[in-house]
């Protein structure tokens, strides 16, 4: 009963062209949604987030976008860079729930120069 | 600042025997939490802390898992006795809030043969 879902266990994209990792969800009460990145033998590391009452946060060359109604949420980077390379989980937070994050299985994303 | 450090970075046991992992979390942050992930599955929550009291233990598993932080500084993990679907990665985390603002350790990689 996996509830956060990372369907592309990899994605290859050209330096300089767009990255767009997809994450699916399937409880509407989380009301939180993160993006972390993984390099190998490195813990997650933050990268963006996004509250359910908005549809869009940016940071540079990052963007979150929110889908409520498809429960659906994506990461868009651009212009994707050779140091973007690592695997990208999703997560959601359900305020006032258990207070863990709820992780999706990652997404490898490969840059190719 | 120092970031969340966790010991050992590895560790191989056999099955049946006990392993301790710790961690140390960032100065000043009161929240702690412990994640596991197993090979190609999701990040899963274990527990977390607030100071030294457990605010949420539902993600653990079971009973042979046993998570202390005396005086709300560092935190261990006590697996015993260790079955072989114990194996994965244990991540450390901690944050000033609850939800957001975590930062991971390395993890430490358990393999129980």
């Known amino acids: 009963d996996q509830q956060v879902k990372q369907n592309s266990p990899s994605l290859s994209v050209q330096e300089g062209r767009i990255s767009i990792l997809n994450c699916d969800y399937t409880?509407?009460?989380?009301?939180?949604f993160l993006w972390y990145k993984k390099y190998p033998a490195e813990g997650p590391t933050f990268l963006i987030s996004?509250?359910?009452?908005?549809d869009k946060n940016e940071d540079g060359r990052f963007t979150v976008f929110l889908n409520k109604s498809a429960k659906h949420l994506s990461l868009h980077i651009v212009p994707s860079q050779p140091g973007d390379s690592a695997v990208y989980f999703c997560a959601a937070y359900l305020r006032g729930g258990a207070d863990g994050l709820t992780f999706g299985k990652g997404t490898h994303l490969i840059i190719q120069p | 600042e120092a970031g969340v450090t966790q010991f050992p970075s590895h560790s191989v046991i056999e099955k049946g025997q006990t392993v301790t992992l710790r961690c140390d979390p960032i100065?000043?942050?009161?929240?702690l939490y412990w994640y596991r992930r197993v090979m190609g599955k999701e990040i899963k929550f274990l527990l977390h802390f607030v100071k030294e009291s457990k605010q949420d233990e539902s993600g653990m598993p079971n009973n042979r898992f046993l998570a202390e932080r005396t005086g709300g500084t560092y935190s261990t993990l006590k697996v015993q006795p260790a079955e072989l679907e114990d194996s994965g990665v244990y991540f450390c985390?901690?944050?000033?809030?609850?939800?957001?603002?975590?930062?991971f350790g390395s993890g430490t990689r358990l393999t129980v043969v």
């Open positions: 409880n509407s009460m989380f009301d939180y």
């Open positions: 996004i509250s359910s009452i908005k």
């Open positions: 985390a901690s944050s000033p809030r609850v939800g957001d603002g975590y930062t």
């Open positions: 100065s000043g942050h009161d929240n």
